[in-house]
């Protein structure tokens, strides 16, 4: 939550053509992501069958009425929406950007890499407890397991970002190469 406000706050001083103070939000809002992957670990900090046999089986029914998922995450749902708004607000490629606000362009940049870092940690996090079992949301028919679906979030979220992100576009001979 303290992500998304930040965030939001920032938005709010871009409308204000405050970009000091925004700029400043948006580094405060880094620190906090760059606390997700430290907050799940703490929370992933026990033995897999522990998970497997106690924690998992009560995050579907019938304990709940539906099957939990991180779509359900209120607060990490404001927080993607405040990215969105973000991007939003400034849209401008990280070049064009920093030739005008290079210290804006350069926290944005380190907040989407914090983004984008936490996505591959939780990847890596999840791995040792749930190993390839599906998702507690995918269907038993599915082909995936919960590893690919956060492989996936993460793939697009990079392709998402790589206007915003020195080195996430290639050149234009080095993309006409492949």
């Known amino acids: 939550m303290h992500a998304a406000l930040a965030i ?21 809002a880094t620190v906090y992501v760059n606390g997700f992957s430290a907050a799940r670990a703490h929370a992933l900090a026990l033995p897999s069958w522990f998970y497997n046999e106690v924690l998992r089986p009560s995050m579907a029914p019938p ?3 539906a099957p939990l ?3 359900m995450h209120l607060e990490y ?9 973000l991007l939003a607000e400034v849209p401008l490629d990280i070049g064009k950007l920093a030739d005008d606000e290079p210290d804006l362009a350069f926290a944005r940049e ?3 890499e914090a983004d984008l870092l936490d996505s591959g940690n939780h990847v890596c996090m999840v791995e040792p ?9 995918q269907k038993a028919s599915s082909r995936d397991h919960a590893l690919s679906s956060l492989r996936g979030i993460r793939d697009r979220r990079a392709a998402g970002i790589r ?3 020195r080195g996430g576009r290639l050149p234009a001979a080095e993309a006409e190469d492949r």
């Open 129 to 137: 407890v749930v190993g390839h079992a599906k998702s507690l949301i």
């Open 163 to 165: 206007a915003y992100v």
């Open 69 to 71: 998922s991180g779509r």
């Open 8 to 28: 939001g706050r920032a938005v709010e001083n871009l409308h204000d053509r405050d970009v000091a103070a925004a700029t400043a939000h948006i580094r405060r």
């Open 77 to 85: 749902k404001a927080y993607r929406s405040q990215i969105s708004r």
């Open 63 to 65: 304990t709940t009425s």
């Open 110 to 112: 380190a907040l989407l």
